[in-house]
């Protein structure tokens, strides 16, 4: 018969990303074995494989940033990528990754820009999501403790015009979920085309230390592929319903 348990439990798995059964080739790639970016300040840029931040200071203008080459799409796209930090110190806002629609400072309001936010919230070194605009900042509600010395696995995913989540996992296969964000965006923002990494111009002042590697986007999708290792001959088959994030 039908072990339900362990069907419930694969269904929770899965319900945090759209699935349905068709891997997808990603329009963007990086492994960083090569450079093509433009290093602003200091302490920021590609060595040793990885999109590497070095003590790099906040409040300042540090940062590496390329263009992708196309516009992502304005309403469906989806970047993995992983991370980890080393060393921290003082209170240090940094942005390991954001896509802009300018090649402008990393949180400056004249910039339209979303992604990934590394900081110190209180005494915990966390990750969330924010976006920007011309006027204003925010951040997603939710915020995940991260340790030191640790790999986590991070999807963003632009579900629509106006919603931008994060899932973060603790395996390259992206299957075993720790922490769901969303975000509703100020903004449809469109002409994103640059991606960059680098620290908050305007707070913090504290330095961090972190790696960027195995950067995939995938524009014009939600969804990226199947999750056939959580499958077994008692399962049951959820592929035909297809499920998306939530919120």
Known sequence: GVNWATALLNWAKRKEITINGASKTATYTDAFGTDGYTDVGTNIGVSGGTMTCSGATSNADNRAWK?????LSDTAWVIDFDFKYTAVSGTFVHY?????????????????????????????????IMDSNNTSL?????????????????????????????IVYTDSDRTEVINT????LQDAYTGLDTIQHGTAS??????????????????????????PSQQTSNDVDFTSDPLTSSS
Do not use: C
Request: glycine share 8%; proline share 2%.
């Open 138 to 166: 925010a951040h997603s509600a939710i915020e995940y403790s991260i340790t030191a010395d640790t790999q986590y696995y991070i999807r963003l995913i632009r579900n629509n015009s106006l919603k931008l989540t994060m």
């Open 96 to 128: 390991p990754l954001v896509v802009t629609d300018l090649q402008d400072v990393i949180r400056n309001p004249v910039n339209d820009q979303m992604g990934f936010v590394f900081e110190l919230s209180g005494s915990n070194n966390v990750i969330k």
């Open 181 to 184: 964000q969303t975000l509703t």
């Open 202 to 227: 305007g707070v913090g002042g504290g330095t961090a230390t972190w790696t960027i590697d195995n950067l995939n986007i995938y524009s014009g999708e939600t969804t990226v592929e199947n999750i």
């Open 67 to 71: 263009l992708l080459g196309s516009t």
